[in-house]
């Protein structure tokens, strides 16, 4: 019941998920949409990894949705520096 | 029984996701994207790390996912409030139908120069 609630109802909405945020980072107007839509990107995939962990039955992978979450908002934070010292449209 | 709650909670994280999701591409303005996809965003990858803390019933497993989910519900917050914050300075347009823009005299010209150093904010009027 968990393998298959996994496979057909969990991966299908955080793949849908991933692909929306896809969707808003190729046609949002502004650099910020851009990055709002990376972090739901990044958000996704590790979530996308922590149901894997689960349906394979692998730990070790939680290590890997932490990093990964880590290096996302170190990420989310070195854009929101770099907007802060740029000149142009945005 | 606890394969019922593990389901259960794996269905719920996966739908705030793709709430989430949903939000960041049907929403009109930046700042209503940003309110939509940070908040179920959180609350998605919340449910999916408890679930996978009750799944592996371990105490070493259960204490990294707590701590995943502090690092989160701490960082998710301060990167949106950080973004948007730049983005209002930046000039990002607002929707149309937008009532309420307290932070609009909030800020002098100048906002930046009162951190020491040479104002980066562009002026989105000036001829370049």
């Given at each position: 019941?968990?393998?298959?609630?996994?496979?057909?109802?969990?991966?299908?909405?955080l793949c849908g998920a991933f692909t929306l945020g896809f969707i808003r980072l190729v046609i949002?107007?502004?650099?910020?949409?851009?990055?709002?839509?990376?972090?739901?990107?990044?958000?996704?995939?590790?979530?996308?990894?922590?149901?894997?962990?689960?349906?394979?039955?692998?730990?070790?992978?939680?290590?890997?949705?932490?990093?990964?979450?880590?290096?996302?908002?170190?990420?989310?934070?070195?854009?929101?520096?770099?907007?802060?010292?740029?000149?142009?449209?945005? | 029984?606890?394969?019922?709650?593990?389901?259960?909670?794996?269905?719920?994280?996966?739908?705030?996701?793709?709430?989430?999701?949903?939000?960041?591409?049907?929403?009109?303005?930046?700042?209503?994207?940003?309110?939509?996809s940070t908040k179920a965003g959180t609350i998605g990858i919340g449910a999916l790390l408890l679930?996978?803390?009750?799944?592996?019933?371990?105490?070493?497993?259960?204490?990294?996912?707590?701590?995943?989910?502090?690092?989160?519900?701490?960082?998710?917050?301060?990167?949106?409030?950080?973004?948007g914050r730049i983005a209002y300075l930046v000039g990002v347009p607002l929707w149309k139908y937008?009532?309420?823009?307290?932070?609009?005299?909030?800020?002098?010209?100048?906002?930046?120069?009162?951190?020491?150093?040479?104002?980066?904010?562009?002026?989105?009027?000036?001829?370049?």
């Amino acid at each position: 019941m968990l393998q298959a609630t996994i496979q057909y109802i969990v991966f299908p909405l955080l793949c849908g998920a991933f692909t929306l945020g896809f969707i808003r980072l190729v046609i949002g107007p502004t650099l910020p949409d851009r990055i709002m839509a990376f972090e739901l990107v990044s958000t996704s995939s590790a979530g996308i990894i922590v149901a894997y962990a689960v349906s394979s039955g692998v730990p070790v992978l939680l290590d890997v949705a932490s990093v990964w979450a880590i290096i996302s908002f170190l990420s989310v934070i070195a854009f929101a520096f770099y907007i802060e010292r740029w000149r142009g449209e945005p | 029984m606890i394969e019922i709650l593990i389901c259960l909670l794996m269905v719920i994280g996966a739908f705030f996701m793709f709430v989430a999701g949903l939000g960041l591409v049907r929403m009109p303005d930046l700042f209503l994207r940003m309110s939509c996809s940070t908040k179920a965003g959180t609350i998605g990858i919340g449910a999916l790390l408890l679930a996978l803390a009750i799944y592996f019933a371990d105490f070493g497993v259960a204490a990294r996912a707590v701590a995943t989910i502090g690092f989160i519900f701490l960082t998710a917050p301060v990167s949106s409030h950080r973004i948007g914050r730049i983005a209002y300075l930046v000039g990002v347009p607002l929707w149309k139908y937008t009532v309420a823009d307290e932070f609009k005299d909030a800020y002098p010209p100048d906002a930046c120069k009162t951190f020491g150093q040479e104002c980066a904010i562009p002026d989105m009027n000036a001829p370049d």
